[in-house]
């Protein structure tokens, strides 16, 4: 039994150490910025599209493409909820379709099956919990808009209700992390990451 608590404690430093799967300030700082030049009630990023440069005063160095266009499109409720079980289906492995995200907060409960773990969901400052049958109005970068990382299966968009930026890179350059509030947690506690 000890080692097994072993293995589990040191599968959860390589994670801490990679980043990927988890949520992070580097991401949700990007998110956060994003979301403010958008002004949508939520915005998401793959994990994929982030990578682990080492510079915590200049956010764009810290994006794989930095020249992805920054779209906003229209997902319900139930979308999103669906779009937040892909994200943690791998967890605790590592995972590219793990969603950062700016204005939610979600918990979820990894001993339960796949595509039953998030637990509650809340949207904005006020944190109204979200409304599966309402129309959100999301910010993401145009790859993962156009069903990228795996979310065609829930959305596929060809076309944004708006192009908000023309490049990602440009909203978060020069800027550095400012995040420290994380928007993922579960029980047991979730494994954040300083990345």
Do not use: C
């Not at 492995?93 to 990894?110: C, E, R």
């Not at 990228?148 to 192009?163: A, C």
């Amino acid at each position: 039994m000890n080692l097994v608590k072993s293995l589990v404690a040191l599968i959860f430093v390589v994670l801490a150490a990679t980043g990927f799967g988890t949520d992070s300030n580097v991401g949700q700082s990007i998110a956060d910025l994003l979301n403010r030049e958008s002004g949508t009630d939520i915005t998401l990023l793959a994990d994929g599209l982030i990578k682990d440069s080492g510079d915590k005063k200049d956010l764009a160095n810290s994006l794989s493409y930095q020249g992805d266009e920054l779209w906003q499109v229209e997902l319900t409720g139930k979308q999103l909820k669906e779009a937040f079980e892909k994200s943690v289906s791998f967890y605790p492995s590592p995972f590219s379709s793990f969603l950062q995200v700016s204005a939610a907060q979600i918990t979820f409960d990894p001993s339960k099956p796949i595509g039953s773990r998030i637990q509650s969901i809340t949207i904005g400052e006020s944190s109204t919990p979200l409304d599966p049958d309402r129309k959100y109005k999301v910010a993401m970068p145009a790859s993962l808009a156009k069903g990228g990382f795996g979310y065609y299966s829930i959305w596929e968009f060809k076309t944004p209700s708006r192009v908000v930026r023309q490049t990602i890179g440009e909203v978060v350059r020069g800027k550095g992390v400012h995040s420290q509030a994380f928007r993922w947690s579960s029980k047991p506690s979730f494994l954040a990451t300083s990345r």
